[in-house]
């Protein structure tokens, strides 16, 4: 819902915020209060468009990473565990 006057729309939130302070909803000086407003939103609303840069993961330098060897130490402890026992066999 929009108030008229003087040719140009007040909102009823900023008419019943200005009769709260006293103030005419007519008055020239409201209406610049809310297109200063509305300008502000806009500007916000461009500020969170921006995009942020995706940072690259795994190589540094040109330079892939090096995948490490996943279990070789605990088969290397197996096997001689394996071979202990079975000396202790014989």
Known sequence: MVLKG???GVSVSLHRRLEGKGMDWRNEKV????EEEEEEEEKKKKKKKKKKK?????KKNG????????????????????????????
């Open 63 to 90: 330079k892939k990473k090096k995948k490490k060897k996943k279990g070789k130490k605990k088969k290397k402890k197996k096997k001689e565990e394996e071979e202990e026992k079975k000396k202790r066999k014989k």
């Open 54 to 58: 995706k940072k690259k993961k795994g």
């Open 31 to 34: 209406m610049k209060l809310e």
């Open 6 to 8: 003087k040719g140009k």
